[in-house]
Structure formats: structure tokens, C-alpha cells
């Protein structure tokens, strides 16, 4: 379903939202799965989307049992659900500025490589990563930000001097059911779990 959600920030300040999604357990030491231990523990990158994806897609990002789809309007997580076609979560600013200039920033020294097929014309190599993707004036005078805290996706709405807050809003379509924990967290119910938004931090630089 689609809901939205209205964030009552007041002053000009760095609105950071952190997106947690629940994560299955690492693998033992001891166990045939212990090689992935490592894969959990690299830090988010986002790639530069070349061709290996849609290309309405501007960066995506791997995460465990999810991929993150970066477009001009909307965020997309896919997650690996039981669910037999999987769980499909958007993410859309309200009124939001529709072709902001999405830019990758800090860029990592890692490159992704995909070959694909015996076809060289399919294969998409050296592409560059980075650790965060800036939108620029999604709303007058706010920038959006997504990065990664390890292996958490989290985002922030920088909001300049004189900027409107108040004019953020998100439309959220893929969950089943919105509620708020006692710790202020928001809580998506999904097919087969929960995703959650934690309580926004607000700051000044």
C-alpha cells in the first residue's frame, strides 16, 4: 500500500534517517557458510549503473538479501523474502522536484566487473564505486543523501539556511502496514518480516 509520512522538522538543520534492514545471522566460524562472514562485514558501496541494470536506474547498492535501486524518484529495495516473487519496497519523495542531478560522491577505490555471457558486448567492467549518492534540490534548498553505516543503509535530507523542512514528505508503497515502536522507530510490516526506519536525528554542522 502507499502511505506518506510527514517529518515535523522546524529550523534549518541535517535531517538523518537511518534505514536498518533486518539482517539473517552471520555465519559460525565453524561453519560451511563461514566464507560469507567477510561479504557482511565490507562496508555499502553504490555503483555507478553503466548498463548492468535498468536504465532508469541511476546507482544501486548490494546489500544481504536486498538490492537497492537508485533512480531519479524513488528509492527501490528488493528484498529476498519468503514471499515467492519477493518483496518490492519504494520509497518516493511527495512533491519533490523530478529530475534532481544524482551524483556519486567520494568515490572508492573498488571496481565491479560483470561478464556475462561469451558476448563482450554484454560484459560491463571497471565501474566505478562510491560511498555515497548526493540528490541535489529534491525541495528548494534540500539535498538528499544516502550512504551506508557498515552494512546499514541510511540517508540524510541537508536542509540550507531558510529552507522549507517542513515541505519533506515520504510515500512509502510495498508495506503492508505502518506503526511506530515505543523507542519512536517506524516499522514496516512486509511479506515475511519488518523493515525499520529509525527515529530521525536532527543536528547542525
Given at each position: 500500500?502507499?502511505?506518506?509520512?510527514r517529518?515535523?522538522v522546524?529550523?534549518p538543520i541535517l535531517?538523518s534517517?537511518?534505514?536498518?534492514?533486518?539482517?539473517?545471522?552471520?555465519?559460525?566460524?565453524?561453519?560451511?557458510?563461514?566464507g560469507?562472514?567477510?561479504?557482511?562485514?565490507?562496508?555499502l558501496?553504490?555503483?555507478?549503473n553503466t548498463g548492468?541494470?535498468?536504465?532508469a536506474?541511476?546507482?544501486l547498492?548490494?546489500?544481504?538479501?536486498?538490492t537497492?535501486?537508485?533512480?531519479?524518484?524513488?528509492?527501490?529495495?528488493?528484498?529476498?523474502?519468503?514471499?515467492?516473487?519477493?518483496?518490492?519496497?519504494?520509497?518516493?519523495?511527495v512533491?519533490?522536484?523530478?529530475r534532481?542531478?544524482?551524483?556519486?560522491?567520494?568515490?572508492?577505490?573498488?571496481?565491479?566487473?560483470?561478464?556475462?555471457g561469451?558476448?563482450?558486448?554484454?560484459?560491463r567492467?571497471?565501474?566505478?564505486?562510491y560511498?555515497?549518492?548526493?540528490?541535489?534540490?529534491?525541495?528548494?534548498g534540500?539535498?538528499?543523501?544516502?550512504?551506508?553505516?557498515?552494512?546499514?543503509?541510511?540517508?540524510d535530507f541537508?536542509?540550507?539556511?531558510?529552507?522549507?523542512?517542513?515541505a519533506?514528505?515520504?510515500?512509502?508503497?510495498?508495506?503492508?502496514?505502518?506503526?511506530?515502536?515505543?523507542?519512536?522507530?517506524l516499522?514496516?510490516k512486509i511479506p515475511?518480516?519488518?523493515i525499520?526506519?529509525?527515529k530521525?536525528?536532527i543536528?547542525?554542522?
Amino acid at each position: 500500500g502507499r502511505r506518506a509520512l510527514r517529518l515535523p522538522v522546524r529550523w534549518p538543520i541535517l535531517l538523518s534517517v537511518m534505514t536498518a534492514v533486518l539482517l539473517p545471522p552471520v555465519a559460525s566460524a565453524d561453519s560451511p557458510d563461514a566464507g560469507l562472514k567477510a561479504l557482511h562485514n565490507l562496508p555499502l558501496i553504490f555503483e555507478a549503473n553503466t548498463g548492468q541494470t535498468d536504465p532508469a536506474v541511476k546507482f544501486l547498492s548490494r546489500g544481504s538479501g536486498y538490492t537497492l535501486f537508485l533512480t531519479p524518484t524513488e528509492a527501490v529495495l528488493a528484498l529476498a523474502t519468503d514471499h515467492p516473487q519477493g518483496t518490492v519496497l519504494r520509497m518516493k519523495l511527495v512533491g519533490a522536484n523530478r529530475r534532481p542531478r544524482v551524483s556519486g560522491a567520494e568515490e572508492l577505490p573498488g571496481k565491479v566487473n560483470y561478464f556475462i555471457g561469451a558476448d563482450p558486448k554484454r560484459w560491463r567492467t571497471n565501474i566505478p564505486t562510491y560511498a555515497k549518492v548526493r540528490y541535489e534540490s529534491v525541495y528548494p534548498g534540500v539535498d538528499l543523501v544516502y550512504y551506508g553505516d557498515g552494512r546499514q543503509l541510511e540517508y540524510d535530507f541537508v536542509v540550507a539556511p531558510g529552507a522549507d523542512p517542513k515541505a519533506i514528505t515520504l510515500a512509502l508503497e510495498g508495506t503492508d502496514k505502518l506503526e511506530v515502536d515505543a523507542a519512536g522507530d517506524l516499522l514496516l510490516k512486509i511479506p515475511g518480516g519488518e523493515i525499520r526506519l529509525k527515529k530521525p536525528l536532527i543536528y547542525q554542522e
